[in-house]
T-cell receptor
Framework: SQQGEEDPQALSIQEGENATMNCSYK?????LQWYRQNSGRGLVHLIL?????REKHSGRLRVTLDTSKKSSSLLITASRAADTASYFC???????????FGPGTRLSVLP | DGGITQSPKYLFRKEGQNVTLSCEQN?????MYWYRQDPGQGLRLIYY???????QKGDIAEGYSVSREKKESFPLTVTSAQKNPTAFYLC???????????FGPGTRLTVL
């Protein structure tokens, strides 16, 4: 079974609203990463949070990590139509031998 | 301009043929990866290589083969033994200090 599971599978919001996506995983991790994928394109790295960190910010993105619950959330504030994409979480270690991606959340931001 | 390139962008194959997908990086990364993505799905690991002349099977290696003769290049061959090869294939390399993966633009393979 997959390590990371995103929730919800699909999310539709209006421009300007906040979007929250969640990721759950099963085993111990060294880090958790969030990626964005526009349709038919490669993945773009958004943010990495290490297991000893609880929160990280990057522009309009905020990621939290709760290792006791084995879960992470990605918050996109003041969403824009250009944020429309699929978002994936991936768990792994610094050596990259245990990278596992979840099925993703498809976000639609309506103008 | 550093990055990862994949070619071709689109590839069509007849049943029974082997095809090779190219992946090149000029990021000086040691580790490289091949993933398969099916419509509406996440990524599944096919093969990865931590260093030149060494590679390891991922979760779905059957029907695929790789080589790593140069640090910059990690080609993937989809063999006729792969029963359902139609998919989107993504190559990635990893930044050693942070563990972040950089992805190529992908190759969409269609079996006719």
């Amino acid at each position: 079974s997959q390590q990371g599971e995103e929730d919800p599978q699909a999310l539709s919001i209006q421009e300007g609203e906040n979007a929250t996506m969640n990721c759950s995983y099963k085993t111990s991790i060294n880090n958790l990463q969030w990626y964005r994928q526009n349709s038919g394109r490669g993945l773009v790295h958004l943010i990495l949070i290490r297991s000893n960190e609880r929160e990280k910010h990057s522009g309009r993105l905020r990621v939290t990590l709760d290792t006791s619950k084995k879960s992470s959330s990605l918050l996109i504030t003041a969403s824009r139509a250009a944020d429309t994409a699929s978002y994936f979480c991936a768990t792994g270690d610094n050596y990259g031998q245990n990278f596992v991606f979840g099925p993703g959340t498809r976000l639609s931001v309506l103008p | 301009d550093g990055g990862i390139t994949q070619s071709p962008k689109y590839l069509f194959r007849k049943e029974g043929q082997n095809v090779t997908l190219s992946c090149e990086q000029n990021l000086n990364h040691d580790a490289m990866y091949w993933y398969r993505q099916d419509p509406g799905q996440g990524l599944r690991l096919i093969y990865y290589s931590q260093i030149v002349n060494d590679f390891q099977k991922g979760d779905i290696a059957e029907g695929y083969s790789v080589s790593r003769e140069k640090k910059e290049s990690f080609p993937l061959t989809v063999t006729s033994a792969q029963k359902n090869p139609t998919a989107f294939y993504l190559c990635a390399s990893i930044t050693p200090l942070t563990g972040e993966q950089f992805f190529g633009p992908g190759t969409r393979l269609t079996v006719l």
